[in-house]
């Protein structure tokens, strides 16, 4: 690769658009070319890949996702491996759906129905750390994207989520520079799900951010645009010496 910024597709998670990676977007805009996906309109991995792939603009691309992102993520290596110049995985899992998660999905699936508030709600407390999910600025941020994406959506992605194959098998496979970034605190993944992913693939760097939650982009922007910053920098050299 030249000294060109590097194409970098963003993947936002559950109810989020792409508000959720604003401080990247901007904050990495010397370095990457970004773009974020709209995950939206199907209710398969499958097809929210198979869409991403087919709206992204260059024919290789660094690759970054969020919580459900991830597990799109995960589908596009699948599906496009030699596309993916490097992958980034925040605050998400390599593991298929538990049946208490799928029960869960679906209690929240039947409450979306009937009071669409709730879920934000709901959701609230587990996506933040508690001490931003006090916090009025980022809580709206939450909410606000929860209400652009609405209820229909949330019902389609949940499907796709529950729906999502075991990624696990395919970790020691991925061969570009990848790097797992976790909210030290995040309620919704527990340290051994990142762990796992960044034993999994060979050389991936774990980076674990301090004060986080689940949504670490909003919550500690800075941190985890230096985190995607170094990233970058070792895909750029990896295209180099394969290019």
């Not at 508000?19 to 929210?48: N, P």
């Not at 596309?83 to 593991?95: F, H, I, N």
Request: glycine share 10%; with cysteine; hydrophobic share 50%.
């Amino acid at each position: 690769m030249t000294g060109a910024r590097i194409p970098l597709l963003l993947l936002p998670g559950l109810l989020c658009d792409g508000e959720l990676f604003a401080a990247q977007t901007s904050g990495l805009a010397g370095v990457a070319d970004v773009r974020v996906a709209d995950l939206t309109a199907r209710d398969t991995m499958s097809a929210l890949a198979s869409a991403a792939l087919a709206h992204a603009p260059w024919p290789r691309f660094a690759l970054g996702g969020l919580s459900m992102g991830g597990y799109v993520a995960y589908e596009i290596l699948r599906q496009a491996p030699g596309r993916v110049l490097g992958l980034a995985l925040m605050d998400t899992a390599a593991r298929p759906d538990t049946p208490e998660g799928t029960a869960n999905r679906r209690r929240l699936m039947a409450l979306a129905v009937r009071d669409f508030p709730a879920v934000t709600e709901t959701l609230l407390p587990k996506l933040l750390h508690p001490a931003h999910a006090a916090d009025a600025r980022l809580a709206s941020i939450v909410r606000d994207m929860a209400d652009r994406v609405g209820a229909a959506v949330f019902a389609r992605q949940q499907l796709a989520i529950i729906g999502r194959p075991d990624s696990r098998p395919g970790l020691a496979g991925i061969a570009c520079p990848a790097i797992v970034i976790a909210g030290r605190d995040d309620a919704l993944m527990p340290p051994e799900i990142h762990e796992e992913q960044a034993a999994g693939i060979r050389g991936a760097e774990l980076v674990k951010i301090p004060d986080c939650g689940h949504l670490a982009t909003i919550e500690q922007p800075e941190a985890v645009s230096a985190a995607l910053r170094g990233w970058l920098i070792a895909v750029a050299a990896a295209g180099r010496a394969s290019g």
